[in-house]
């Protein structure tokens, strides 16, 4: 699914909250909204990149994720990566399965996708396997050394959520996922490795 494309452009302004601006679409042929999370702030792609290659910081920031492990990952710039996510009692965790990488985002920007993969596992009867999910993060570099990040998500949870109940706790995930992330970002403290092969594939631009 091209979310945008899906969304047909047509993203409505929800809230503004701490500099990050949440937006909702309706996707075509479902009554689950779409989201967009925006944030603008200083930090280098490259550190950008680095903290998504680093899927044991996920944790620390992904909103509601209970679990993350890496399933496959190929020479080029593609994972397989499995999420497990806690949800409101009495429903079960969801497990969602996604097949991430790393491409270029117009002239100067770079994009973190994801696309479900919901039969890349046997099901488990621990989770209820996410069946509908896509995603894409932008980086998009500024000047003044400040970059652009959109985050856009599609997720259908299950049947046995209703899409009201869907689409309201929806707006907690750009805004939580987009603050943390922000947090790790700019701490001196976290310093996770920059993956050199990204630079056999992509060019890199800083402002």
Do not use: C
């Not at 309706?26 to 930090?43: A, E, Q, Y």
């Not at 550190?47 to 509601?64: C, E």
């Not at 270029?104 to 696309?115: I, L, Q």
């Not at 000047?143 to 929806?170: H, S, W």
């Amino acid at each position: 699914m091209d979310l945008e494309k899906a969304a047909g452009g047509n993203w409505e302004f929800r809230v503004e909250h701490k500099d990050i601006s949440v937006y909702s679409s309706r996707m075509n042929g479902s009554d689950v909204l779409g989201f967009k999370g925006v944030v603008t702030f200083p930090v280098s792609i490259r550190r950008l990149i680095s903290l998504f290659y680093d899927t044991s910081s996920y944790t620390r920031w992904v909103h509601k994720l209970a679990s993350i492990e890496v399933l496959e990952k190929h020479d080029e710039l593609e994972f397989v990566i499995q999420q497990v996510i806690n949800v409101p009692w009495p429903l079960q965790r969801r497990e969602m399965i996604f097949r991430t990488g790393l491409e270029e985002a117009g002239e100067t920007g770079v994009a973190v996708t994801m696309r479900s993969e919901p039969d890349f596992l046997p099901v488990s009867s621990s989770y209820v396997r996410v069946r509908e999910g896509h995603g894409k993060w932008i980086f998009e570099p500024l000047e003044q050394g400040r970059v652009r990040i959109t985050f856009i998500m599609y997720v259908d949870p299950g049947k046995d959520v209703p899409p009201p109940l869907v689409n309201t706790a929806m707006f907690e995930v750009p805004f939580y996922s987009l603050q943390n992330l922000r947090s790790l970002a700019s701490n001196n403290g976290y310093q996770p490795i920059y993956p050199d092969e990204v630079d056999d594939y992509l060019s890199i631009s800083e402002h």
